[in-house]
């Protein structure tokens, strides 16, 4: 687990971010992708720390679903799903972390869905910058936001 995973995390979201693509290499390197490839998957990235997701299939669902319920961004962000680079990314998936996830989709839809209905306003889907510097912990208290796996910080 992640330091930006835990939910009092003291890391600010830039750090957060950092640590996320750290621990994620092959995602760094977006210099071929189109602008709104970019785009999309910088406020996607930012998503996945805020909400304190890995990349695991299991986390990848969390993380469209909460950009859907929890961000201004709302149904919206399902565009970015439908860009040719992340067409290429679906390609990749194998049918056994496919169906395990389909499995846990009983508990993972709804308790994800709960939890942003629950959270105090939404996420700014695509303006997060006056939150770089703010702790995960301030920013996921001023939103509401529990994050995926309630770990404890290391």
């Known amino acids: 687990m992640h330091n930006f995973e835990a939910q009092n995390s003291r890391q600010t979201l830039a750090e957060g971010v950092a640590e996320y693509y750290a621990s994620n290499l092959g995602l760094v390197k977006r210099c071929g992708l189109s602008p709104a490839a970019q785009q999309f998957f910088r406020n996607h990235d930012t998503v996945h720390v805020v909400y304190g997701c890995g990349t695991s299939l299991s986390d990848e669902a969390i993380v469209k679903l909460s950009s859907i319920f929890g961000t201004t961004g709302g149904f919206s962000v399902l565009r970015g799903y439908q860009l040719y680079e992340s067409r290429q990314i ?29 959270q105090h306003k939404y996420w700014p889907w695509d303006s997060c910058d006056n939150y770089l510097h703010v702790p995960l912990a301030e920013v996921r208290q001023e939103f509401g936001i529990r994050v995926a796996h309630g770990i404890t910080p290391r």
């Not at 990749?92 to 209905?117: D, M, N, Q, V």
């Open 90 to 118: 679906y390609k990749k998936l194998g049918i056994i972390e496919i169906l395990l996830t389909i499995l846990r989709s009983g508990i993972l839809i709804p308790r994800t869905i709960f939890r942003c209905l629950r």
